[in-house]
T-cell receptor, first 116, second 115 residues
Framework: GAVVSQHPSWVICKSGTSVKIECRSLDFQATTMFWYRQFPKQSLMLMATSNEGSKATYEQGVEKDKFLINHASLTLSTLTVTSAHPEDSSFYIC????????????FGQGTRLTVV | AQTVTQSQPEMSVQEAETVTLSCTYDTSESDYYLFWYKQPPSRQMILVIRQEAYKQQNATENRFSVNFQKAAKSFSLKISDSQLGDAAMYFCAYRSRDSGYALNFGKGTSLLVTP
């Protein structure tokens, strides 16, 4: 099956610094990738939709200047949390569509971000 | 906007027994996809089963089956012969063209399996 690799699995950073999370589709081309955030004991909330070669579409309430998303190739999307604060600590998960196939979404392993 | 509702925050089942997790959704579209995902403590999202709205037949995957009632906008998951490894969070999810094919998740049901 299609594999999505997300890196790093966990990261600790200091307040005010930036951290980049990568999401790679290893064996397929991902036309569209999605970024979700999950707080403890809560559901996954969509942050943004990322299409290769174009600007990401952010959900209401998500600061696009804080959460920079780049989808420069058909196999890589990155999420950069800029000027991180403790309240940005969360679990971030990406998923990818294989081409135009929409019957399944392929998820990365997720990244646990802790801002201290 | 589409909403997905899971009204059971927690469920418990004895090993080898059957349990049903509930999910309802709200949409004005006729073409969409429904999913059940399992999230174990590792937090990796695992697809359990999916249902295309245009298909009348309920999806089945081994011990997992759904009861899809399109008119009632209901999509419940039945787990038969429950196993200890089934213990996890279960999320019901919806996707359609209107949402750009992003997944819209319910709040989840935590399933406990007792020996």
């Amino acid at each position: 099956g299609a594999v999505v690799s997300q890196h790093p699995s966990w990261v600790i950073c200091k307040s005010g610094t930036s951290v980049k999370i990568e999401c790679r589709s290893l064996d397929f081309q991902a036309t569209t990738m999605f970024w979700y955030r999950q707080f403890p004991k809560q559901s996954l909330m969509l942050m943004a939709t990322s299409n290769e070669g174009s600007k990401a579409t952010y959900e209401q309430g998500v600061e696009k200047d804080k959460f920079l998303i780049n989808h420069a190739s058909l196999t890589l999307s990155t999420l950069t949390v800029t000027s991180a604060h403790p309240e940005d600590s969360s679990f971030y998960i990406c998923s990818a569509n294989q081409g135009w196939l929409v019957t399944e979404a392929f998820f990365g392993q997720g990244t646990r971000l802790t801002v201290v | 906007a589409q909403t997905v509702t899971q009204s059971q925050p927690e469920m418990s089942v004895q090993e080898a027994e059957t349990v049903t997790l509930s999910c309802t959704y709200d949409t004005s579209e006729s073409d969409y996809y429904l999913f059940w995902y399992k999230q174990p403590p590792s937090r990796q999202m695992i697809l359990v089963i999916r249902q295309e709205a245009y298909k009348q037949q309920n999806a089945t995957e081994n011990r997992f089956s759904v009861n899809f009632q399109k008119a009632a906008k209901s999509f419940s998951l039945k787990i038969s012969d429950s196993q200890l490894g089934d213990a996890a969070m279960y999320f019901c999810a919806y996707r359609s063209r209107d949402s750009g094919y992003a997944l819209n998740f319910g709040k989840g049901t935590s399933l406990l399996v007792t020996p």
